[in-house]
C-alpha cells in the first residue's frame, strides 16, 4: 500500500481520480471476462451449476454483487457500446439494473444517452415512464393479458435454447425473496405474491379448518409443504417404504431402457444425498441442490440403463449437459436441447 501521508492535497486528489479511473477500466474488464465465462458455460467445468452460484462460491461474490454483474455482462454482449460508457464512469451497475428490463435494440442507443450521469432517482423516473408507455401500448392493442411469470424452469430452457442457437442467454432481473433470521430457529421470509396465491392460501386454509391445522400463515404453509414433501421427497419415501422394486422383478423391457424405477431413483437420491455428484477440476463437488436430474453414468445409447443404483447419479442440469457433452459432442448435444426447448416453447 502506498504511504500518502506525505503528499500534498493536489497530488493526493489527482491519485484519487487515477485510482477510479483503473478501477473503471479493470471493472469493465472484469464484465467482459464475466460474459465470456457465461458465454462458453466455463462455470461448469469449475464444478458450479450456474454463472450465479460460480460467482457466490469460486468468486466469493455476494449475490447481489454477482446478480447486477451477470446482468451487465449479459448486457455488454448484447450492447458493446456499454463496455465504454461503463469504463469512462458514464453508467453505472445501478443504472444498467434499473434500465436492464427495458433495453432493446431500437432504443437502447437513445436510452443509454438518456442516463448517463443521471442520479437513480432520475433514472427510476425515466424507467417509470418507459413502463407506463408499455402498458398503455399493450391495452391499445387489446394485448393485455393475464400476467403469467417465467418459471425457472422456463427461463433455463429459453437460456439453454438461445445458448444452443448461438444467441445471447436473455438477461432477466429476478425479483429476489428475502429471508432473514429474527430469532434462533427462527426465519422472516419476505416475497411479493400475486392476489392469486393469496387466494389460494386462503382457500386452503378454510379447507383445512377443520384438520387441527391451525389460522395462521405459516400454519397453512407448513401444511401444504408437509403434504407435497410426503408425496415427492424421495428420502421420506425410502424412510417409508416396506420393500423395494428388486432388479429381478422388473421387466426385461424397463431393464433394457432409461426407465428408472421410483426404488431406484430414491436410493440413488439417498445414496447422493439430494446433491449433484459431479467434481470439479479441483475435485469441489457442484453445491446444487435443486433442478436434479438422474443420469445413467453409462448412457442408454451406450448399453447402460436404469435397473441398478449403480449406473444412476445425480447430476443438475448443468452438468448432466456437460456429461452428454462429453459422451455425444457438443453439437449433438445443443441440436437435442434446442429441439426439446422448442417442443417446450410451443407447448407454453
Ligand atoms: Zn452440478
Known amino acids: 500500500m502506498t504511504d500518502l501521508k506525505n503528499l500534498d492535497h493536489q497530488a493526493v486528489l489527482a491519485g484519487l481520480r487515477s485510482a477510479l479511473g483503473r478501477e473503471r477500466m479493470s471493472f469493465a474488464d472484469f464484465l467482459n471476462y464475466l460474459g465470456e465465462v457465461d458465454c462458453r458455460r466455463l462455470y461448469a467445468d469449475e464444478g458450479q451449476p450456474s454463472l450465479f452460484a460460480f460467482g457466490i462460491n469460486v468468486l466469493a461474490l455476494t449475490d447481489a454483487e454477482i446478480l447486477a454483474r451477470i446482468t451487465a455482462a449479459r448486457l455488454i454482449r448484447r450492447f458493446p457500446i456499454i463496455y465504454q460508457r461503463l469504463e469512462s464512469g458514464e453508467l453505472n451497475l445501478t443504472a444498467l439494473r434499473l434500465i436492464s428490463a427495458h433495453l432493446t435494440e431500437e432504443n437502447a442507443e437513445r436510452l443509454l444517452a438518456q442516463v448517463v450521469k443521471r442520479s437513480t432517482r432520475e433514472i427510476e423516473k425515466i424507467v417509470a415512464i ?6 398503455t401500448e399493450l391495452r391499445t392493442a387489446n394485448e393485455v393479458r393475464e400476467e403469467k411469470s417465467a418459471s425457472p424452469m422456463q427461463l433455463l430452457f429459453c437460456e439453454e435454447a438461445a445458448t444452443a442457437a448461438g444467441q445471447e442467454p436473455p438477461v432477466f432481473c429476478a425479483k429476489r425473496d428475502r429471508t ?42 407448513d401444511h401444504v409443504l408437509e403434504s407435497y414433501l410426503d408425496r415427492h421427497d424421495p428420502a421420506r419415501r425410502v424412510a417409508k417404504a416396506k420393500s423395494r422394486v428388486s432388479r429381478q422383478a422388473l421387466p426385461a423391457s424397463q431393464r433394457q431402457s432409461r426407465y428408472i424405477p421410483q426404488g431406484i431413483k430414491d436410493e440413488v437420491y439417498k445414496r447422493d444425498e439430494g446433491q449433484c455428484t459431479f467434481k470439479g477440476a479441483n475435485g469441489e463437488r457442484c453445491p446444487a441442490r435443486i433442478l436434479l436430474e438422474y443420469d445413467h453414468c453409462c448412457p442408454v445409447a451406450l448399453g447402460g440403463n436404469g435397473a441398478s443404483a449403480d449406473n444412476v447419479r445425480l447430476l443438475c442440469r448443468t452438468h448432466n449437459r456437460l456429461a452428454a457433452e462429453r459422451s455425444f459432442g457438443t453439437a449433438t448435444v445443443a441440436s437435442a436441447v434446442a429441439s426439446k426447448a422448442m417442443q417446450n416453447l410451443k407447448r407454453c
Open 130 to 135: 418507459l413502463a407506463s408507455k408499455k402498458r
Open 180 to 221: 432473514r433470521y429474527v430469532a434462533p430457529e427462527h426465519v422472516e421470509i419476505k416475497f411479493v405474491a400475486s392476489e392469486k396465491l393469496l387466494a389460494k392460501l386462503e382457500r386452503i386454509k378454510g379447507l383445512t379448518i377443520t384438520k387441527n391445522v391451525g389460522s395462521r400463515l405459516e400454519d397453512v404453509l
